[in-house]
Structures are given as C-alpha cells and as structure tokens.
C-alpha cells in the first residue's frame, strides 16, 4: 500500500531498492523501498525495533544489506562502511552526539579532516572557518568554547556546523529532538529549513509526531522491520501516522484522570530547599497524586529530584516524608523510606548495558534476594518473571544484554527495577524519552494505575502534552525556582509555556536571564 | 517475542558457563599436551606439584586482583607490597626471637603481623583512591615505589633474614603437604573457591561488577561505591599478606628483588583468564586458570631447551596478547555489541 508522492520532479539523490536485512538469523528488514530528493525532508517513524536504527545505517553504510540495492545520484553504489560515506556526502547525526567531550568546537567541526600546512595545523584558519559556519546557521557558539562547557542544544548545532563543513548532501538525524526543549526544537527547524533551502536532504527521525508533520514533506512508516506506507505529511493527521505505527487504533493515549483527593494527607513536603541548580523550592505532594514537574531543559527540574533522593549535595532546606524529617544523604536512606527517583538517562545512570535483564531489575534492591547471605537465583528469576508480567518487558531471552533492547524496553525495565524498592513516592524524570507511542501509552496507563492504587508520583517531562495528560497538578520551573503552579483547567501549553520562558512570573522573581 | 523468564534462564547457566570458561581451559590443556609432547616429565608428580606450589603465589594475589579489577580499579603495588610484608614479617619474628626465643607464637606473631599489614595496605589504597579521588592507576603506582624502597632500606640495600630457629619452624608452611598437596597450593584452593563463591554468589560480588560496568548507574542504584571499591583493595591487601605468608618459609629472606613483576603476573593471569581490564565482568576461576597458565609456560621452557628460558617473558607475553584477542572474537555477541548504540 506505498502511496508514491509524485509532487516533487528533482531527481532521486539517494535510495534504497528492496533492502532487507538480517543479523544473524533474525531478520531486522524486510524489502524496503525509500527514496529523498534534494531539499526534501523525508522522516521515518516506527516503534521502537521497527527497523529505523537498521535503516538508518544501510543508508549511511554503517551496515551492509543483506540483500537489494543502494542508488546514489542514480548510480548503483555499495557505501563505504566505518562512516566514510561522509566523504560523499552522506553525514549522520546520532541520537548521542557523538563528540568528543575535551575538544573545541573548532576542533571537532574539523575532526578527522584538519586543515594543515606541512603537516602542522592551521588553527587560526580552521577557527575562522567554524566560525563562519556557526554564523551563517545564526549560532552564538564561540569556536574555541570545550565541548563540555556546552548544552545539549549547542552540541547538535555544532554537529551540524559539522555536517555542513563536510558538504553534505544528505543529512541523516536521529531523533535529534529527544532530548531538546520546545525553543531548542524550533531554532534546530530553522537550521533544517535553512539547509534544505539550499539543497540538502535531510532524513529525519523523530518519536514527536506534531514535529513531523511541521517539518517533513513525505513520511515513511515503519513497523516490525516492515515498509507500511510512505505518505506525503499533507495527507495525514498525527492519529493515523500514529495508526499506522502501531497497527492498532491508538485511542486513549492517556488514561482518565482521577479526580485527585484533596484531602489526602501530605506525603512529600519539600521547605526552601537550596542546592547546585536549585533556588529555594517549596511544594507538596499528596498521596495518590501526579504531580507533573514542567518547565525548559535546564531549569533545575532534576536537578530538584537529585536533591531530595541523596544524589545531589542539599545545601539548605528541608524534606519530609509522611511527617517525618527525611533529609537523605544516600540513595539507599531514601529508598528505605519508601521514595525512588527513576532516572531520565537510562543509558548511562538508569541501566547496565552491558548486563543482563535479571542483575538490572535487582540491582536497587539485591538485599532482598539473599539467602543465608548469598545470592538466590531462584529469587531473582521470579522477580523478573513478574516484571515481565506487569510491565510487558519484551526480550528474546533473559541473559540477552539490556544494551540490545529497544529504548521502549529498556524504559519499562528501569520501571520494574524502580519499582521492586515498593517504593511510596516516585519520582519519574523523562519517563518517556525516546520510546515509541505504543509503549508510551503503556507507561501512562501504569502511572495512572500508580496513582490509584495510592502511591504518590511526580513526573517530570519536557514535553508538555505528557506533563498536561497525565498530571492532576503541574507546577513550572525556570531557572532553578517554582514559576508557578497550575492546576485542573488552567493546566494548558500556553500556560505553562508562559510560566517556564519567564513571561509570567509566579513569585517576585525579577531577574533577567542573559 | 515476549519470553517469560522462567523459560529464558534454563539454557542460561550451562551454556553461559561453558563458553565463557571454554577459552582459558582450552588453552591450558593445549599447554598440557604439549609440555608432555616435549618432555614426559612434564606430568610427573613431582612436576605438577611443583607447578601447583609456584602458581600459589600469583594465584592467590590474582584472585584478590580480580575483585580490583572487576570494579574498575587496579593495584600495581601488591609485588612491593608483598616485598614489604615479607621484610615486616621477618623483622618482627626476628625481633620476637631474640626476645623471647623460637617457638610456633614466633611464627604466629609473624602471620598476624601479615594480616594487618596487608589489610592496612590495602585500605590505604582504597582510600586514597575512593575518599582522596585519586587514579586508582596514581594511588598504587606512589605506594608501589613507597613500599620497595622501605623494604629495600629496611634491608639496608642487602637481604633480610630469617632466624634459623625460626625458619625451621615456620619451613612446613612451604614444603609440607596434607593428602599429598602442599600447603601452598590448599591455600590457593581456599582462597579461590572463597573468592569465586563471593564473586557469583554475594551482593557484593555483584555490586563490584555494576562498579565496575558503570559507576553512575551503581550510584543511582543504593550501591555504596566508595566502600565496595576500598574493600576490593582490603581484599587485596589481604590476598598478599596470604601470599607472603606461605612465600617466605620458601627462602627464609627478603631483599629489594622480593616480589618484583608480581603485579604484572597477577594482572595478566585476570586478564588471560577473561576478566575484562576496563570492569565490569570478573572470572575467579579463569583467573587460577590463567595463573597456571602462566606458571606453566615458564615450567615448559625451563623442561625443554628449544626456546632458551631467557625468552619466557617474551613468551608470556605473546600469550597473554593473544588470549585477549582471542576472548575478543569468541564473545558471543562481541560483534554486534561494538556497533554503537
């Protein structure tokens, strides 16, 4: 059922002809057809493990295909894997940004292609090319800044400084705005416009289905390794590329909301609490609540949830739960008191990569699986039965390593972990980051279920249609202080928006951010 | 695709097991066969025995290695420290001689000594290097040089002797056997079988992997990292003062070459026996593999004289880079695991 969008008369620039693809015997891709035009933005959407990540690196050829063809400029080409089809033209964007941390700006625009005289660097030269690269993409980044010193949003500009230093043609981004804020996520639309303004091709992935329908002209529709449709944006709606990702009509993406009880006794009390990123913060939490926590990245939020689980050094104030002072120190005081702080970066704070699923869902709560003092296997492997069971954990076997599954299994397994500590409080930072709808969905219903079953839970998200659908309560965030607070009907986008860019102001907050 | 786990964690254990022990195994009894193919006498009792005695030594201070390691740290210090130890031990049950004259509490008093001195050593390291914040690579090398040089002034730049009383009583320590094994190499049992069962069996064993896997994410899980970390270095410490304990009935002395390159046998018989170097994944017993390995080649050119004795070190050496790259291709899924995320 592929539409062909005919609209477009520019030649093909890059394309692939009936790709599959399989590692070992497990087939990841099944004859996919794909095709993007100068200037176009093509965008693939799938679950996670619908084949995107595989796609992906056929086109770029960080993977060859098993079988069918790549087209190039309309020429049959094999790509050069490790990456060197950069030299053609064809440059990738990873999720991760892959840059190395104690470089310069200019240094990593031009890494790997140095600019030298007689085998010495010209430094002076490359510094002004970067920099006339930066202005031309309108960023206010300073060549010589260290990678390290620059937000998450700097470093994508700077990883497309250097795409565009390296002359791309086709530019592949993946899932560049997981982890950008809503400002962030327009200035990086600008820089696409812009590039495809002058020819480029940009192959876009995105979890955010209202970006894809801003941004791309046709969309191509994955789903269990298989093409179901590519599709010019204007023929779609969000619910039905939403459909067509999961197979199913995908009503009711968040739950009903419980009317919160507000008499419900206080469970979490957080008094003027001060520490690194955070400014005098003040709020309740009751029991059975949602409490979303919104506001632009960077504005403190966790930097608030470190405070109070032990992670983050507290420097005044004070937390109590269920009446009791609970300033904790360490992690583990805090998860014997019934609150457990859920991490947003699964990758490198939440999971082991490289261990497997049951030494993950145990590790917060190993005490409980001794036996005479040692290790009960027996224990561990019921634990995981059962959290396979209530969060639908899906993996081909238990020893396969947590680094293998998809960004939606390894989210539901960092729950399960979370939620062996039988915790009273959760706190969930970014519990959705970078999973597909179908498990989001999934994720809602089981906060939700949370909720009433009594246990209390702040969610804190960037994307603010998650703050507004699950919450009974929202409060904003911006630069390290509560901005305001909003509840039942005034919990809208604009009205948080206008809380966390500092157009409203809930306090007496009057400083002016540089 | 949903595999419940029950039915996931059957093949698991055996099969896991086997592939992963298989290398390091395999390769010892290559080393078996062909020591006997080059000299029969190789598997003599005498010979195994011998084997057996002096990979006690590495052994024990490996296994001890394989906890630092597996949680992401290192000690090069242990050879001084073992040199260091053996030069207290003897001043103190010389000392205890010429006060109170040779008897078995001479030689006791000489084993406490060792224990609290390698405990001590040990927690030093770990202190440093978890409390001050200092490389764990930094820390060792600085104690490394602190304790050579002590025993080597201690010594006065010569050797340090035993007492002969007390020599003869401590000497059934090294050369005496219960059921046909020596001493030595019980101690080697003992202190394996403890240390694989705290490895694979306890919290801690597990805590040291996470550590070591990644250090964040043990934090955000409860995990105490700084004391998991400095007990892996008492545990060390304590592996050398055990292995000090039975080396120094061999000789009786101590001087400035005692224990030299033992932190690098130590490290490479971990490293052979698959415990990866960067943490994150220890074997006890592919570490005693690798300790007999290494003993082992040294034993085969020594029997035979088709590669001077001279080269053993090159022909470490070689095995050891080789065993590395090998474990490399042959992890199951080392490929695809590689590919970024």
Redesign the interface.
């Known amino acids: 059922m592929s539409i062909n969008d005919d609209s477009t008369t520019a030649p093909v620039i890059l394309a692939a002809h009936r790709i599959s693809k399989s590692?070992g015997d497990v087939p990841v891709l099944f004859s996919i057809d794909f095709d993007i035009r100068p200037g176009e933005v093509h965008a693939i959407i799938g679950e996670n493990g619908a084949g995107k990540s595989t796609l992906i690196?056929v086109l770029s050829g960080?993977e060859q295909p098993s079988s069918g063809s790549i087209s190039y400029d309309g020429q049959n080409v094999v790509l050069p894997p490790n990456g060197e089809a950069e030299a053609m033209g064809i440059v990738v964007i990873?999720q991760?940004l892959?840059l190395a941390e104690h470089l310069t700006v200019s240094d990593s625009i031009f890494l790997g292609r140095e600019l030298t005289r007689n085998g010495f660097l010209r430094v002076r030269e490359m510094r002004e090319r970067s920099r006339a690269i930066l202005d031309t993409l309108h960023v206010n980044v300073d060549p010589d800044a260290r990678i390290n010193t620059l937000s998450v949003a700097d470093k994508q500009m700077v990883e497309i400084a250097k795409a565009i230093s390296r002359d791309a043609r086709v530019l592949i981004m993946d899932e560049p705005t997981a982890v950008l804020s809503v400002g962030e996520t327009q200035t990086l639309f600008e820089q696409i416009r812009r590039l495809t303004a002058r020819g480029v091709a940009v192959i876009f992935i995105s979890h955010k289905l209202g970006e894809i329908m801003e941004l791309a002209q046709r969309v191509t529709v994955l789903r269990d390794g298989q093409l179901i449709a590519t599709v010019g944006t204007e023929a779609l709606t969000p619910d039905s590329i939403a459909q067509m990702m999961v197979g199913r009509e995908l009503s009711n993406l968040y739950p009903p909301k419980h009317e919160p009880d507000v008499e419900a006794p206080v469970v979490l009390s957080v008094r003027n609490l001060v520490a690194p990123g955070v400014k005098d913060i003040s709020f309740d939490l009751r029991r059975g609540e949602i409490l979303g926590f919104a506001g632009l990245i960077g504005s403190g939020r966790t930097a608030v949830a470190e405070a109070i689980v032990g992670?983050n050094t507290r420097r005044s104030g004070e937390v109590w739960v269920d009446d009791r002072l609970a300033n904790f120190s360490?992690?583990?005081q805090?998860?014997a008191a019934g609150l457990a702080?859920m991490?947003k970066?699964r990758?490198?704070?939440?999971?082991?990569?490289?261990?497997g699923?049951?030494?993950n869902l145990t590790?917060?709560t190993?005490?409980k699986h001794?036996k005479h003092?040692?290790?009960d296997?027996k224990s561990e492997?019921?634990a995981?039965?059962r959290a396979?069971?209530r969060f639908?954990?899906?993996?081909?076997?238990?020893?396969v390593?947590v680094?293998?599954l998809s960004g939606g299994n390894q989210q539901k397994l960092m729950l399960g972990?979370t939620m062996e500590s039988d915790p009273e409080i959760i706190i969930m930072d970014e519990p959705t980051r970078g999973i597909d709808v179908g498990t989001k969905q999934q994720i809602y219903h089981i906060i939700a279920a949370l909720a009433a079953e009594g246990k209390s839970i702040i969610v804190i998200s960037s994307e603010m249609q998650e703050v507004i659908g699950v919450s009974h309560r929202v409060v904003v965030m911006r630069e390290g202080r509560l901005a305001g607070e909003l509840e039942g009907a005034e919990i809208t986008e604009t009205e948080i928006m206008r809380y966390a860019a500092g157009i409203r102001q809930g306090g007496d907050d009057e400083r002016i951010s540089a | 695709?949903?595999?419940?786990?029950?039915?996931?964690?059957k093949?698991?254990k055996g099969f896991?097991l086997d592939l992963k022990t298989a290398g390091p195994l395999l390769a010892l009894i290559l080393l078996i066969i062909l020591g006997y193919s080059l000299n029969p006498a190789f598997l003599n009792e005498g010979n195994v025995t011998n084997i057996l005695t002096r990979s006690a030594f590495i052994g024990i201070i490996a296994v001890g290695a394989t906890f630092v390691i597996t949680a992401g740290g290192i000690d090069l210090s242990v050879g001084s420290m073992a040199a260091f130890i053996a030069g207290m031990m003897i001043i103190i049950m010389n000392g205890a001689v010429d006060a109170f004259g040779a008897s078995i509490w001479t030689v006791v008093l000489g084993i406490g000594c060792s224990l609290i001195l390698g405990i001590g050593a040990g927690f030093i390291n770990g202190f440093l290097t978890t409390k001050g914040k200092i490389e764990a690579f930094i820390v060792t090398l600085g104690t490394m040089g602190i304790y050579r040089s002590l025993v080597t002034y201690f010594a006065d730049g010569g050797t340090l002797s035993l007492n002969n009383g007390a020599r003869e009583i401590y000497r059934p320590v090294y050369y005496e056997s219960f059921l046909r094994i020596p001493y030595p190499v019980w101690t080697f049992i003992i202190v394996a079988i403890i240390g694989w069962?705290l490895m694979?069996?306890?919290?801690f064993g597990?805590?040291c992997?996470?550590i070591g896997?990644?250090e964040?994410?043990?934090?955000?899980?409860?995990?105490?990292v700084d004391r998991i970390r400095t007990v892996t270095y008492i545990l060390q410490g304590l592996c050398v003062s055990l292995a000090t304990i039975i080396y120094v009935p061999r000789l009786g002395s101590a001087s400035s070459a005692t224990g030299v390159l033992w932190e690098l046998e130590a490290i490479a018989a971990v490293i052979i026996g698959g415990t990866m170097l960067k943490g994150?994944?220890g074997r006890i017993g592919g570490t005693v593999i690798g300790a007999l390995i290494l003993t082992a080649i040294g034993n085969i050119l020594n029997l035979t004289d088709i590669i001077s004795n001279y080269l053993n070190g090159a022909v470490q050496g070689v095995i050891i880079v080789a065993a590395v790259y090998l474990q490399r291709g042959s992890f199951r899924?080392g490929r695809?695991?590689k590919?970024?995320?």
């Open positions: 590692f690196k960080l990873h991760e892959l992670l360490t992690v583990s805090s998860v702080y991490t970066d990758k490198g704070r939440g999971l082991l990569l490289n261990a699923l049951e030494p590790l917060l190993l005490k001794l003092g040692f290790l296997g492997a019921q995981l039965q396979v069971r639908d954990i899906r993996a081909r076997d238990a020893s390593r680094g293998q972990k | 695709m949903s595999v419940s786990a029950h039915e996931a964690a093949p698991r896991h069962i694979n069996r306890t919290a597990r805590y992997m996470a896997s990644n964040h994410v043990a934090r955000y899980s409860a995990i105490k994150g994944y899924t695809r695991a590919k970024p995320e």
